[in-house]
């Protein structure tokens, strides 16, 4: 921590204090600066105001605001779509074109309700026969907080673990990265996934849909309108053409700056509410797993970045890889977690920001710990956690397999 800004560990004095990157220019170096310590406040704010009233801290006027402005696009997407079949069944040469740019603009503007097959490419589908334990600890953890039970459980190869609902039957699926699973001790794994249920509990992803429009269109627009880089004299132009060149690009390039700042804006205002969806569903996993667990596993975020290097291809001759790599993350994390508070802290600072989606860890711990404290409505035992590990080896061999090529 020694090329970090001092802080009080007691009162978080100066802890908002951020150092941009010495290689930025001046004007991203300020912009980095307000945006952290702004990032700062909001966090903050945001679990200050959890911590009162859950109720009245679930966001409604921005969720709403972005709702509207997606309706809207949505009604200037259906007029632009009738717009460009009444061009295109003119039949006429000319009207075929703008009818064809209409259609193509509604196109990319479309909205995505994702697909199944996209999603569940490169991951493994993870069937009840060759997990029965893991199924049950899902349906345990999803009987006990109420929350529904995914329809598709599937693993990947990554840090991470998500909840999705695609396709148009909304296709409830489940993702847990093998890594994430075996860094993590039994009631780790029940915090986790009652997280990630609480996510399909709320709806958010539903919530995630009638918002895309207004998340997606700005900046599509803006990407759209971006002019090429390189000036008239770069591409050898000369006389009107390189003056109708020049303002073409100070024109769309205005344009296109002015929507990606709309852009930035509706982002920042999704990220309040994502953040608090955050929280709300780490309420599930403090319910599920109780509240020690649960905090403990939110403390091993900003543990993360140290120990993936002990995931490593070379795995002893003899060894299955799922084995020896849980047991040196197993003595790692217990020994970083004897010592995480400065971690822990500093993840505030380090992950402040407008547009993050998630609140730092330090803060959704500091959030668990002002909540009234739980017992886990879900243990895992002795016997059903080695039977857990035992059906991860085999796609942690796999994981292997891939990484060794």
């Known amino acids: 921590m020694a090329d970090t800004d001092p802080w009080c560990a007691a009162c978080e004095w100066n802890l908002e204090s951020f150092a941009p990157a010495e290689n930025a220019g001046w004007v991203w170096r300020l912009i980095d600066r307000w945006d952290s310590r702004a990032g700062f406040r909001v966090d903050r704010r945001i679990v200050e105001a959890y911590l009162r009233n859950p109720e009245a801290a679930v966001p409604r006027a921005g969720y709403l605001f972005l709702v509207l402005i997606s309706a809207v696009l949505m009604l200037l997407l259906a007029a632009v779509v009738v717009a460009g079949l009444r061009f295109l069944l003119q039949g006429e040469r000319l009207p075929i074109i703008p009818g064809a740019l209409l259609l193509g603009g509604a196109w990319l503007l479309r909205p995505r309700l ?6 569940l490419r490169g991951v493994h589908v993870v069937p009840v026969t060759r997990a029965p334990v893991l199924h049950n600890l899902v349906e345990r953890i999803a009987r006990e907080t109420g929350a529904p039970l995914p329809d598709v459980l599937a693993l990947d190869y990554s840090w991470n673990a998500y909840a999705a609902v695609v396709g148009i039957r909304r296709t409830k699926v489940l993702v847990l990265g093998i890594p994430l699973l075996l860094v993590m001790g039994p009631q780790h794994l029940v915090a986790l996934i009652g997280h990630e249920l609480g996510h399909l509990r709320h709806k958010d992803n539903g919530r995630r849909l009638l918002t895309q429009p207004a998340l997606t269109a700005f900046g599509t627009f803006s990407e759209l309108l971006r002019p090429p880089r390189g000036n ?10 390189a003056f109708l060149f020049t303002a073409w690009q100070a024109v769309t390039g205005v344009v296109s700056l002015l929507l990606f700042a709309v852009h930035l804006g509706v982002h920042v205002l999704d990220s309040r509410g994502s953040r608090r969806a955050e929280l709300r569903a780490d309420a599930m996993s403090v319910q599920a797993a109780g509240s020690t667990a649960a905090m403990e596993m939110v403390d091993l975020s900003p543990l993360l970045p140290e120990l993936r290097g002990y995931v490593r291809g070379h795995v002893p001759e003899g060894r299955q890889a799922g084995d020896h790599w849980r047991s040196m993350l197993t003595l790692a994390r217990d020994r970083e977690l004897r010592s995480v508070a400065v971690q822990r802290q500093l993840s505030i600072r380090l992950g402040a920001s407008l547009l993050a989606s998630h609140p730092a860890p330090g803060r959704r711990r500091q ?3 002002g909540l009234p404290y739980a017992l886990p409505a879900v243990v895992v035992s002795a016997g059903d956690a080695a039977a857990i590990e035992a059906e991860l080896n085999p796609y942690a061999a796999a994981m292997h397999r891939w990484m060794v090529g």
């Open 232 to 241: 008239a004299v770069d591409l050898r132009l000369a006389g009107s053409t």
């Open 367 to 369: 959030w668990m710990a």
């Open 114 to 119: 994702g697909r199944l097959k996209k999603l």
